[in-house]
């Protein structure tokens, strides 16, 4: 009996060969293209998960608040960790810290060559307690457990070694002390916020560092610290008893002690959730998760409401058959029966054709869509298969269910009365269907616009420094010898090209740190707060061409050249309550540096960070000569380059004067416009997924449309004959074809263009810098809908009318 369903089934399907074919394939496309982003999106969503005790597994955070100013930090002073595990010892099973130096890269020598590596950490023994890399080499036990020994991921093992086992293999450490290998970690397809190449025993710090290990005052933050609680415990039970450390007088300073809070985040909100200072590594972010998978959904839906159409259509052509089989004796459920089949070969047809499309189109796709990490291939079979298959049941049980339900339920009478086909209850689920299809491609048409806009808005924004033309040199260890910093800086501005030179402590544009600062204005002391900050030298302003408002000269002559003085910006000024620039100027500020220092200068308001972010009160801390001479917070030289000049030039001589004054080290460099642009990977992933998806649902809604319209036209070439027999003309007639579809695109648009402003209104409140929604996104989506709704139906409108009524005409009886 399935057999005859099956035979009878695939006779329609054929029979229908062009209605059929439409249908296979837009629901390919739009099964594959949903499966593809629906597996990144979860991909996304899994970041951490595979962790054993990824839900008793928290980072500490540390929040510093004064007045609404401070610092939100991913990171917590160095000795946070061990006395989790002493003094919470009845709450915590194990704790981990990484710490980098807070380096931008770390010099490695091995086998006779030398690399700048950035993602190098010191960490702990309990590493493997809480987190579940897979130890392809070693024993988890002792691999961390002695100084100056090493983990590497098998890629860096390959990377330095080749084919040889790189266990007991050594590599030199910023030219300061050796490193044994005794583990290799394989992190290949296991999602993690923790960016890590290198992992080093933390009790080498003890043997090299001990005066940044001892440091008994909580100020600084440069550990990164989880800690794993035990069954049973809850996060708010811990955070409660930090009160004892927040008195404790040996820990945190007086200035901080009444505005610092520790919060424990779940390691699995980190990637999506977490936008902290000083992230470990970039993380993705929930909002544009929700909008991925959004328009994943209307893109099957497109083609679910495609394949529900052409099916409608297809099984109108049938009504006589249906009516005929009623009229002898066939009941509701046959029917039902024999188009679920015809649904079914249909899905799975479709869902052959989407592994196809999946493996020809993905990678193509994946380039645009960033650097995610996902790779399909690496996808569990068991998983792409419930997905493709759960899916196309979806769109074959959405689709089938008007023409089962209208079709195996009219009377047999109307089934054999030929003026019932186009009656008036099926034109209208096909204009409404049509309608809706239109409204979510237009909607994705309207976003992709706006947000190609605001991506463009940010990249070409005057973000109020100059970046174009400044490159950055990373100083690793040499930023602890200032004597070579001074040499680097004078050998440099003896290359013509080179117009300036600073040095700074973070990248302008991308992250800054936060300083500690005190003020009085008038009658009020502001307590010491965070702020955020660059440490700097007094060729800044050479090199990034900030804008000066107001200046004391005084401390530009240098009378007054070993004080300490600083500029702020004009956020600051209003946060201290001065209505003019020159009312900051010479206000006294006290920092944990030094006493009675003053402000020197505001500077107009500019993107210290990301445009992503709003601007708030800034500090331009100037370092003075006697500071330097112990200071290691100069990370990078900043080199201001000569507009046009040739830089594959520029860069060969600066490497030729670095390895003569810093023999032992690569120089590694790179443009800040390059690390600003990379600040847009979110806007730019969002942009490129709405224009894909937005490309796929029209054209899958258009492919519905070309059978729609051939059906429709088909359906009233008669009536078109007879018209033009009494005097119409083809351009009349293609017209009067034409105006049904340019009607629904209509009423398509008057739906989706407030719906998708409402929409895109709401994204743009995420930004402190927006654009207007301005009439290109009305035409941009209006009008690629109707140009490719025009050539969709433009075959068959002009194929009749400019077709001679009199074969049509023959036809009528």
Avoid at 116 to 141: C, M, R, V, W
Avoid at 557 to 584: K, Q
Wanted: aromatic share 14%; proline share 3%; glycine share 6%.
């Amino acid at each position: 009996m399935l057999r005859n369903y099956i035979l009878i089934g695939i006779r329609n399907l054929l029979k229908h060969g062009v209605y059929s074919g439409i249908n296979i394939v837009g629901m390919s496309m739009g099964i594959a293209f949903f499966s593809l982003l629906f597996l990144l999106v979860n991909y996304e969503m899994s970041y951490d998960e595979f962790h054993k005790a990824y839900d008793r597994t928290y980072r500490i955070v540390e929040i510093i608040d004064t007045e609404d100013i401070g610092e939100r930090s991913a990171s917590v002073p160095i000795g946070l960790g061990p006395t989790l595990k002493t003094l919470y010892s009845n709450y915590v099973d194990a704790s981990v810290r990484f710490f980098n130096h807070q380096a931008y890269s770390h010099m490695v020598f091995a086998k006779d060559r030398q690399y700048n590596e950035k993602h190098l950490y010191f960490t702990e023994p309990d590493f493997f307690k809480i987190f579940d890399f897979p130890l392809i080499a070693g024993d988890q036990s002792t691999a961390l457990e002695e100084p100056q020994t090493a983990i590497v991921t098998k890629e860096i093992a390959q990377k330095y070694f080749g084919d040889e086992d790189p266990i007991g293999k050594k590599i030199l450490y910023e030219n300061r002390f050796y490193l044994t290998i005794t583990g290799v970690i394989d992190k290949t397809n296991y999602p993690s916020h923790l960016d890590f190449e290198i992992l080093v025993s933390f009790s080498t710090l003890l043997l090299t560092d001990q005066e940044i290990m001892l440091r008994d005052r909580w100020v600084w933050n440069p550990c990164w610290t989880y800690v794993l609680l035990k069954e049973g415990v809850k996060p708010e039970e811990l955070e409660a008893d930090f009160e004892v450390l927040y008195q404790d007088k040996s820990k945190f300073p007086d200035y901080l002690r009444d505005y610092v809070q520790l919060y424990l985040q779940p390691i699995w909100e980190i990637h999506l959730y977490s936008d902290l200072d000083f992230e470990m590594s970039p993380n993705g972010d929930y909002m544009y998760i929700y909008i991925f998978s959004s328009i994943a959904l209307m893109v099957l839906l497109i083609a679910a409401i495609n394949f529900m159409n052409l099916s409608a259509v297809r099984y109108s052509t049938r009504m006589r058959e249906v009516g005929i089989r009623k009229a002898i004796g066939a009941d509701q459920t046959e029917l039902i029966f024999q188009f679920l089949v015809e649904a079914i070969i249909l899905s799975i047809l479709s869902m052959f054709g989407a592994v196809m499309f999946m493996e020809l189109l993905f990678p193509l796709i994946y380039p645009m869509l960033g650097d995610s990490g996902f790779i399909l291939r690496e996808v569990d079979t068991q998983k792409l298969i419930i997905l493709i298959g759960g899916s196309g049941i979806f769109v074959a049980a959405l689709s089938s269910f008007y023409p089962l339900y209208y079709l195996s339920g009219f009377k047999p009478i109307d089934g054999l009365q030929e003026s019932k086909r186009m009656g008036r209850q099926q034109k209208g689920f096909r204009k409404w269907s049509v309608i809706v299809q239109f409204i979510i491609a237009m909607f994705l048409l309207f976003s992709t616009y706006v947000s190609k806009r605001q991506l463009d808005f940010m990249r070409e924004s005057d973000i109020g420094f100059d970046t174009k033309d400044v490159m950055l040199i990373p100083l690793g260890e040499v930023r602890f010898q200032s004597n070579q910093i001074f040499k680097l800086k004078k050998e440099f501005l003896n290359i013509y090209e080179i117009e300036a030179v600073t040095g700074i402590d973070e990248i302008m544009g991308v992250w800054v740190q936060n300083y500690p600062i005190s003020f009085k204005v008038k009658d009020k002391v502001y307590p010491s707060s965070f702020y955020a900050g660059v440490v700097t030298n007094p060729e800044f302003f050479d090199v990034f061409d900030v804008k000066i408002i107001a200046k004391n000269d005084l401390y530009n002559d240098g009378g007054l050249y070993n004080n300490r003085y600083i500029y702020v910006n004009e956020a600051f000024m209003d946060f201290m309550g001065y209505t003019s620039p020159e009312e900051a100027l010479n206000t006294t500020f006290w920092s944990k540096n030094g006493y009675n220092n003053k402000i020197a200068g505001v500077v107009k308001d500019f993107n210290y960070e990301p445009v992503h972010k709003p601007i708030e009160p800034f500090v331009i801390d100037i370092n003075n000569v006697w500071r330097l001479k112990g200071s290691y917070a100069i990370k990078f030289l900043a080199l201001k380059i000569k507009s046009g000049a040739n830089w594959t030039d520029v860069e060969r001589k600066l490497e030729i004067l670095w390895s003569k004054v810093i023999p032992y080290r690569l120089m590694d460099v790179f443009s800040l416009n390059d690390k600003i642009e990379a600040s847009y990977q979110k806007e730019e992933r969002l942009a490129r997924v709405s224009l894909i998806f937005s490309i796929i649902g029209v054209i899958i809604a258009n492919m519905g449309l070309f059978g729609l319209s051939s059906f429709i036209t088909v359906q009233r070439k008669k009536e078109i004959a007879i018209r033009k027999a009494l005097g119409m003309e083809n351009i009349q007639a293609m017209l009067l074809l034409s105006k049904e579809f340019f009607t629904l695109v209509g009423t398509a648009c008057l739906i989706a263009w407030p719906t998708a402003y409402l929409a895109m209104r709401l994204w743009l409140e995420n930004f402190p810098k927006i654009i207007t929604i301005d009439l290109g996104a009305y035409i941009f989506s209006g009008g690629v809908t109707l140009v490719l709704t025009f050539l969709t139906v433009s075959y068959h409108v002009v194929k009749v009318g400019i077709k001679s009524p009199v074969e049509d005409l023959k036809s009528v009886q």
